[in-house]
């Protein structure tokens, strides 16, 4: 229907791809500086109207689900008005099979691998709920339990309150997105008939083992679609409406404070605590994660000023730099295991270097053998004499307390000893074992 299109993008393979929007000075509604008439942004990649859901995973959601599988926590989000196509693209539109979103096609990718633990978190008007608590069926949200929030000693985060549900299967977990989305939180808005008026935070929760390791990698991926950034004044609402976007906003303003307090250096405050949403992503939005944001925008006439500011939001976004870092612990008893495996394949490694096999203990006859080694050792007048023992740590600790032993008798009878030619002989020992 547009007789002039608002928008262009460009593509540039070692850039990246931008985004310009042409805004002519009538059009400017007192949000856009209306002095300026284009605006231009940079973004990895720009997909369009055509874009296929396919692509979408692939040069989303793909990455960063390798990265779970390696190890790392990950997290994408949606982000952008209502009804620009968030839910489309996280969780995808009912109609076609083509059309499912990333939620659904990272299922299937994971679960060829690993199992998994599912949770699927709300937070409607700065509470939480747990959208697969079975009491969903209960008439009122009020009568639902409340997720709270928990920080330990190390400031982890734990959510009292939130199933962790296990999913041995591809199905298995796509039963229980199914379970979840009917319980969300939809209203029918000016801008859209079935808007989602809450941020739902997906968390695929994966443990792997690599085969034969003795590493466990936990890791989690978490799928959000934000609700609405719309503001208030633009979508004409009122009443509980109003009262559901004036949470929306404030919450998503402390999100971008996050953002940008993350995105500066030497910031060592980060205001995570100031909404429900910022704790629980706490972990996924610096740190230890790799954070993917996808804007989603609505390129009429009318929405170009709303698509703007997710543009800048979206920008504002992309300048954390975040250090992931793997999540690993050793499961204690593999790591016996493999530490007996270790000194058992280094005895037999010894045994070959030293051509027997080595006894934990020295015989009584090893004993008897070594007291006339060292007594014959220190009876011989010549100085340049050395304590033959071979390449036997045992024996020469032994030797070294028995020659101990006589010095102390030596030195309780009052004559000196040569001690000179005692480390001589252990060196000799020493560098014949090496
Ligand atoms: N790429 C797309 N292709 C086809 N239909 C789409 C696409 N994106 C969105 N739609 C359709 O547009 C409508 C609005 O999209 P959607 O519900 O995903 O918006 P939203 O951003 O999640 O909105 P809200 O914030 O209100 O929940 C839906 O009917 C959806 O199926």
Known sequence: QQQHPVYSVDE???????????VPRDL????VNNKKENY??????????TAKQEEIFEHIAKPVADSVLAGYNGTIFAYGQTGSGKTFTITGGAERYS???IIPRTLSYLGKIYTTQISYLEIYNEVGYDLLDPRHEAPRLEDLPKVSIMEDNDQNIHLRNLSLQQSASEEEALNLLFLGDTNRII??????????????IFTI???SREPGSATLRRSKLHLVDLAGSERVAKSGMEGQLLTEAKYINLSLHYLEQVIIALSEKNRSHIPYRNSMMTSVLRDSLGGNCMTTMIATLSVEKRNVDES???????????????????????????????????????????????GEQREDQLTEDDIHKLEE???????????????????NMRKIHHCFSLLKVSLLQEHIHGRQANITTLTVAFLQGNQHFR
């Open 373 to 391: 080694q060292v007594k014959a050792f220190l009876d011989d007048p010549d100085p340049e004499v050395t304590l033959q023992l071979g390449p």
């Open 187 to 200: 209203a029918e808005t000016p801008m859209n008939q079935a808007s989602t008026r809450s941020h739902c």
């Open 308 to 354: 703007i500011a997710t543009c800048r939001f979206a920008q504002r976004v992309a300048l954390i730099k975040n250090e992931a870092q793997l999540n690993e612990e050793l499961d204690p008893a593999l790591m016996i295991n493999r530490l007996k495996k270790e000194v058992q394949s280094l005895r037999d490694e010894l045994a070959i270097l030293i």
């Open 40 to 49: 231009r942004f940079r973004f990895q990649k720009v997909f369009d109207q």
């Open 205 to 207: 929760h994966v443990c």
């Open 28 to 31: 400017a509604d007192g949000f």
């Open 12 to 22: 540039d393979e070692r850039a990246g791809s931008s985004l310009e929007f042409l």
């Open 99 to 101: 059309d499912r979103g």
